[in-house]
Structure formats: structure tokens, C-alpha cells
């Protein structure tokens, strides 16, 4: 199998919010072929699981984790799920608590370096799928929250290889960069969404949620409120210094691929754990210049087909995930 080319951004889309803004909309219209299966926890609550389906005949599963208020319905995870099987991957997308549709039971949720429910679907897919490599691919939080889960001991929970996008290496920065500029529209979106779950907590668990957390004007207010507090943080500056993804990348051991672009307006670049992450042979970082946040709208391939489309992130991912489950079962093959 032969290395992806190199991303180059459509014509008319070197801006990275046009980027980060077209690669959302397009990718949104793929409807997604899923079943769902709901797991319950041992404290309570509960978290649903969507099984791709298909192929038929699969060499390998793959788990899925979505970013900040997305779910398993987000366009990167349904083009991402049908790149996969198009492999010869089954894919399984974890929906975090409070995001596939419903509440969840308990004033918890999820947050940057939860990794207790990632472990519980892992479990589900090692037991479903007994005979196959098992991989994982985080987006954004939840390529933050999969660094989190591979960089602690015996983070490998069973894992071949993993790969992680757009991850915001160090939350407090992202943070930051939600209140600048262009920043502070995508951190109104991703509060419209907070705020609302907020009220319902805060009316459902009157003594444990703050009122307060549904009028938070910030990513970092709101984690200061909400976040932080009922995940047991002292606020929301110790819940940055914990969690973020650049503590973890060293201590992992297995394949990874990390796919970033420099021109990334909530996950800033100069956040990126470059060295540390190239003296690791383990990992294989892809450094585009262009692509915004989970964006990587390149240029069409062929005659006629110039024009802007998505598929470079989905191709590079599958790509790397098929290569590192076939060399698993054929490890004869040559070198992963």
C-alpha cells in the first residue's frame, strides 16, 4: 500500500476557517448507516455505541471518539466509518455521555481526559470481536481523550495501533484561542449546545450543578462552572494542566498516527509536541500547513474534478489504521 499524497487544500480554501467551516458542511451530508447498542455502567448511567454496518467480511475494528458536542452522527465520523469499511474495517463509534440524543442519568458527562467509558468500549469490541485487531481513532477531545487513555500505564488496553486528529495538545491554549478573533464563533456554537445541557443538569441536580454554568460567556467560564467541579477539578486551570494531550504523548507505546495543521484555529500549532513526538519511532506525524480544525479540504484528483473535496483525512486514517491491522495478522508481510 502506498503512502497518501500529500494534502493540498482547494483552491479558494487556504483560509483555515473556510476550511475548518466547508469540511464540517460537506462532510454533514452523508447520512449514516448505523445500529446502535447501549451499554449501562456500573455507576449508573449509560453509553450508546454505533456499529457501522458492514463489511461483511471485516480484518479488524476500529472505535471512533468524536470531538467537543459532537457525536457519532458528525460528518468526520460517518465519512471516516465509510473509509474504514470500504478498508475492510468494522467501524464502532462511541457516543459520549449526554451525546447520542439523549441525557445521560447522572450530573457527569464527558470531558478532555475521561477515559472510563473509551475502556468500556474497548471491552465491548474485544468481546464482540474476539478474533480481530482492534484499533482506535480520536478526533479533536477525543484524539485528546485517546492520548489521555494510550499514555498512562498499561494504557495499550489490547490496541494494535491509534490515530488522532486536530487534538488540542494543550487545552488551555485551545481555550484561549476560543476567545479571540474568529475564535469566539466557534466558542458561541459549542456554548449554545453546553449552556442547554447545563440547564437541564442544573434542574435535574439542583445541589450539585450551579445555576451559574448556564450563563457562562467562555469555554473557560464554563469549565470553570461546570467541567471542572463535577469531574472532581479544582477549577478549570487544573483541569487544563491534567488533562491536556501533550503530557501523554510520550509514554505511548504502540503505532500512532497524529494528524495536525499548522493553520488550526482552535488547536494552535505552536502547541504541538513536535520534538518529542519525532524522536518517538512509534509515532508518525503528518504536519500539513493547510486544513483548519478537522477540515483537509484538498483539491479533486483527475480531469474535471478539480474542484474542492474531502477524503485525504478519511483516506490518510484508513489507510494507516488497514496498514497496521494487516501487518498484525501478516506480520511476515514487511515492515509496518
Known amino acids: 500500500m502506498g503512502k497518501v499524497p500529500a494534502f493540498e487544500a482547494a483552491f479558494g480554501l487556504r483560509n483555515p476557517h473556510l476550511q475548518t467551516i ?4 460537506a462532510r454533514r451530508r452523508r447520512e449514516p448507516r448505523y445500529d446502535r447498542y447501549r451499554l449501562d455502567t456500573e455507576d449508573g448511567d449509560f453509553i ?3 456499529r457501522w454496518r458492514g463489511p461483511e467480511d471485516a480484518t479488524g475494528v476500529c472505535l471512533l471518539l468524536h470531538g467537543l458536542e459532537g457525536s457519532a452522527r458528525s460528518g468526520y465520523m460517518v465519512t471516516t466509518s465509510e473509509a474504514l469499511a470500504a478498508a475492510g474495517i468494522q467501524a464502532v463509534a462511541l457516543n459520549f455521555r449526554s451525546c447520542s440524543g439523549e441525557p445521560n442519568r447522572l450530573p457527569g458527562a464527558y470531558h478532555s481526559g475521561r477515559t472510563d467509558d473509551i475502556e468500556r468500549a474497548l471491552a465491548w469490541m474485544a468481546a464482540r470481536f474476539p478474533d480481530l485487531p482492534r484499533t482506535a481513532v480520536g478526533f479533536s477531545l477525543g484524539g485528546n481523550a485517546l ?13 494494535v495501533a491509534a490515530a488522532a486528529v486536530s487534538v488540542p495538545w494543550d487545552l488551555e491554549s485551545s481555550a484561549d484561542a476560543l476567545q479571540r478573533g474568529m475564535g469566539r464563533v466557534y466558542g458561541r456554537r459549542f456554548l449554545r449546545s453546553l449552556r442547554e445541557k447545563a440547564r437541564e443538569k442544573a434542574a435535574r441536580f439542583p445541589h450539585v450543578v450551579a445555576p451559574g454554568a448556564a450563563r457562562a460567556r467562555t469555554i473557560r467560564e464554563f469549565d470553570d462552572r461546570l467541567t471542572a467541579p463535577i469531574h472532581g477539578f479544582r477549577d478549570a486551570a ?3 494542566a491534567r488533562c491536556s494531550a501533550k503530557r501523554f504523548v510520550d509514554p505511548v507505546e504502540l503505532p500512532m498516527l497524529l494528524v495536525h495543521a499548522r493553520d488550526d484555529p482552535l488547536a494552535p500549532a505552536s502547541s504541538v509536541p513536535v520534538e518529542t513526538i519525532r524522536r518517538r519511532p512509534n509515532l508518525s506525524l503528518e504536519l500539513t500547513e493547510r486544513g483548519g480544525h478537522l477540515g483537509f479540504v484538498g483539491r479533486g484528483r483527475g480531469e474535471g474534478r478539480a474542484g474542492p473535496r474531502t477524503g485525504w483525512l478519511e483516506e490518510t486514517v484508513s489507510r494507516y489504521i488497514s496498514r497496521a491491522t494487516h501487518w498484525t495478522t501478516h506480520p511476515d508481510s514487511g515492515v509496518f
Open 22 to 25: 466547508v469540511g464540517r458542511l
Open 48 to 50: 450508546d455505541l454505533d
Open 147 to 159: 492520548l489521555n487513555l494510550l499514555g498512562r500505564e498499561g494504557g495499550g488496553r489490547g490496541l
Open 238 to 240: 487544573d483541569y487544563y
